[in-house]
């Protein structure tokens, strides 16, 4: 990736430029010492004037009023004001024609900075003065935040606007809004911050400073990444608006980062310092406002993909080159408009340009599937085996590889500009939102019909949750979701709840990254110093005990410190080094192997696979599988071959039993689903059976209240609670027991004999099941 910088012969500007803003993604103004206020047309490449400030007015900072979530019908929706501040202590809002509308007295000297809060319900501005102050949206004065002893030369809003992050010499400090919150400071730079921001989608924040470095720090004021000293001080800085890249401006340097701070490309163009830096709103350009009077725009080319054996690459602003490394054969994709987002996945390239998609299929380059779009701004597309979601202004929309809309969930509140690929999730048939206001909870829709899953309540974690991503293969009543919360732990939980409840189990700590298997149910995470892949990840819903047995687990250190997958294909786990190295390494093809065989229930293939490799892993994962699927015959051989003799004990017990839903029932109690097996037990009529369930697991209320509501075997409950206390040498307490042990005889013959009677009349309803 590299940035194709373009320069006017001769600065339009005839002093240095302090400030540039876009509009829309084609248009730009800029502001200079010169007074001048310029709008500058990327369609058409003409500058036109749009006014001249008071001579002595001298803009510091422009930003502009921020775009209403999906609002704007047209292609691309635009801002109608931008506030400018300047040395005089005012800040002026300002129309699109270059009307001031209202100047407002902000701050004893220069007003260094002024930004919009991203719901633009506030605006914050700072000032040589030492005072971050917030004003309303129509320029009345709210409060004023902080009063200190040095200039604040830059500030951002967090991405909920409910904080201010501000510079105070060498310090960052982060203030809440409300009025007792205590604020974070922490020593960001050895020499003064000159910039700073924070971006809403990946919650990081980037600062620059006199020490001639830039670094990326989380929201808690942790450094994630501290760059090599430059030549001159970092002038500016900024976030592009997916948070995946950000640019960096110094003298006669422009540089262009991965959020995890290495660098894809440094231009030296002759521009002197760029003081500040401005992401178009479909984060594909760039422009500087340099100290030499120039403008400079640069576009972000040479995006590269992989996947498989094809690698795509975004060969200038209109043209993509696709290559199959196994031949080497090549395809040039020529588009009417600028390419703004693309994704390779599943056998399908889709790209989206300013009006259009384009679906193509690795199998055929030249005929592609087109749609318009609604909005020009797609911010992210997510790929799965059978269809995609594509985000823009709108919402989200899912949409299937022929072009056709299937569903379009809707979650209260939402902005879709703050979704990236930790946040949303799809697979063949669910979608999973992490909601931005509450982020404890994920949203779960059908991805055909865009309705919300089960009762239509979302899930909602104990914790903050920072990641999430579904499995894509199997059955959809068997769809899993994988989160990672605040405490870096890692979580597997139904989608499809049963009963109302889903099943939440922990499976690891520590955990930094993750990615599912594309063609197998496998997770791959980085868990602290090691990779680990869990072959069978369902295996904690059958079996928690084997769950460490069918876990491979690598040493991760070779890959350095911060690394992140990118991708688990195949047999091979992408990761991403700090450096920006990509990385491969293997994993066993065997357990991927197996997964095919046990989906397509060859049993018996399965078994001479483990006895062929002869690795515990594997017959580990079979056992969990067999377990799963409930075949006792594969499950006895599977647990035989791990020596877990209590369990292929059970197992024997359970194929003696003679109807099948009773051997369901204790499978399910095998599987650690007491409530299942009740379930299971009561709808197919096995009344006693549910009983001596209870009983057995001394659920003593329970039994008695099954035998009570059922009319039956209430002295068989009492019986063996009696025999129970008797062999503690305890009284009864339980004034339910004592109320019925008043009225029901105990006739341990009587009992032994309705008991054998159930057992014969289970055999027999066996037995005529299968006639």
């Not at 990736?1 to 540039?20: D, F, G, N, Q, W």
């Not at 060969?315 to 009417?336: G, H, T, Y």
């Not at 049993?603 to 483990?610: G, I």
């Not at 068989?716 to 025999?723: E, S, Y």
Request: charged share 25%; aromatic share 8%; with cysteine.
């Amino acid at each position: 990736m590299r940035l194709k910088i373009s320069l006017a012969k001769e600065p339009k500007h005839t002093e240095l430029v302090s400030s540039v803003g876009w509009t829309t993604a084609d248009e730009l103004y800029s502001c200079s010492d010169d007074h001048a206020i310029l709008k500058w047309s990327l369609l058409t490449n003409e500058t036109s004037q749009l006014a001249k400030l008071p001579a002595e007015v001298y803009a510091t900072d422009i930003h502009w009023f921020p775009k209403v979530v999906g609002g704007g019908k047209g292609k691309q929706t635009q801002s109608d004001v931008f506030v400018l501040t300047s040395t005089d202590g005012k800040f002026h809002l300002i129309s699109r024609l270059g009307r001031v509308e209202k100047s407002v007295e902000a701050h004893k000297g220069a007003v260094l900075s002024g930004r919009w809060s991203y719901d633009g319900t506030a605006m914050a501005t700072a000032g040589e003065d030492g005072q971050v102050r917030i004003w309303s949206r129509s320029g009345m004065l709210r409060s004023t935040m902080v009063q200190q002893g040095t200039p604040v030369y830059s500030l951002a809003w967090g991405p909920d606007s409910d904080q201010i992050l501000y510079t105070s010499g060498r310090q960052l400090i982060i203030k809440p809004l409300q009025a007792n919150a205590k604020p974070i400071q922490w020593k960001g730079h050895e020499g003064v911050i000159l910039k700073i921001d924070w971006n809403a989608v990946n919650n990081l924040i980037l600062s620059g400073g006199e020490d001639c470095r830039y670094k990326v720090w989380d929201s808690y004021g942790r450094l994630l990444f501290t760059s090599q000293v430059h030549d001159y001080p970092v002038t500016s800085v900024s976030w592009a608006p997916d948070g995946e890249l950000f640019a960096v401006g110094s003298f006669n340097t422009l540089r262009l980062c991965d959020k995890t701070g290495w660098s894809y490309a440094l231009e030296k163009p002759n521009t002197g310092s760029v003081f500040n830096i401005a992401w178009s709103s479909d984060g594909t350009q760039i422009a500087g406002a340099c100290g030499n009077g120039h403008v400079i725009f640069g576009h972000v080319i040479e995006r590269r993909l992989e996947w498989k054996n094809y690698e795509v690459t975004v060969a200038d602003r209109k043209s993509i080159q696709v290559r199959n490394v196994m031949d080497d054969s090549r395809e040039k994709l020529d588009f009417r408009d600028r390419i703004i987002k693309t994704s390779l996945a599943f056998g399908h390239l889709v790209v989206a340009t300013t009006s259009q998609c384009y679906v193509y299929s690795t199998k055929n380059w030249n005929t592609p599937m087109i749609f318009d779009l609604k909005e020009g701004t797609v911010t992210l597309i997510v790929q799965t085996e059978k269809h995609f979601a594509l985000v823009d202004n709108s919402g989200i929309q899912v949409y299937s590889y022929e072009g056709r809309m299937q569903a379009s969930p809707k979650v209260p509140g939402l902005r879709p500009d703050v979704l990236n690929v930790q946040t949303l999730a799809i697979s063949n048939d669910a979608v999973a939102i992490r909601d931005k206001k509450d982020e404890k909870v994920v949203h779960l829709f059908d991805a055909m019909s865009g309705k919300p899953l089960g009762d239509g309540k979302p899930f909602v974690h104990k914790l903050e949750v920072m990641e999430v991503a579904l499995d894509q293969c199997g059955p959809a009543p068997e769809r899993r979701l994988a989160l990672v919360d605040r405490n870096r732990d890692l979580y597997l939980a139904q989608v499809r709840a049963t009963g109302g409840t889903r099943k939440v189990i922990k499976l690891g700590t520590m955990v930094h990254s993750m990615s599912w298997n594309d063609e197998t149910n496998m997770l791959a995470a980085l868990q602290d110093t090691k990779l680990v892949v869990y072959y069978f990840p369902n295996a904690v819903y059958v079996d928690k005990d084997i769950l460490p047995k069918t876990v491979m687990e690598k040493d991760a250190t070779e890959f350095g410190k911060n690394p992140q997958i990118v991708n688990f294909l195949g047999n091979h786990v992408i990761i991403r080094r700090a450096d920006g190295s990509l990385v491969s390494t293997g994993v066993s093809p065997y357990p991927s192997m197996l997964h095919s065989y046990v989906s397509n229930s060859r049993w018996d293939d399965a078994v001479r696979l483990c006895r062929f490799v002869k690795d515990e892993a594997l017959w580990a994962c079979l056992a969990a599988m067999a377990a799963y699927a409930k075949d006792l015959n594969t499950a006895e051989v599977a647990y035989a071959a791990i020596d877990e003799v209590d369990k292929v004990q059970y197992i024997l017990h359970i194929k003696e039993i003679p109807s099948k839903e009773a051997r369901n029932a204790e499978m399910a109690l095998f599987c650690g689903s007491p409530q299942d097996a009740e379930g299971i037990l009561l709808q197919s009529g096995l009344i006693f059976r549910a009983i001596q369930m209870n009983i057995n697991l001394y659920n003593w209320d329970r039994a008695l209240e099954l035998a009570v509501k059922q009319k039956t075997h209430v002295d068989t409950v009492l019986a063996f609670r009696q025999k129970y206390l008797e062999k503690f040498g305890r009284n009864e307490k339980s004034k339910r027991f004592l109320q019925y042990a008043e009225g029901v005889e105990v006739d341990w013959q009587k009992i032994e004999a309705k008991i054998e009677m159930e057992h014969q009349k289970e055999r027999e309803k066996a037995a005529t099941a299968r006639r």
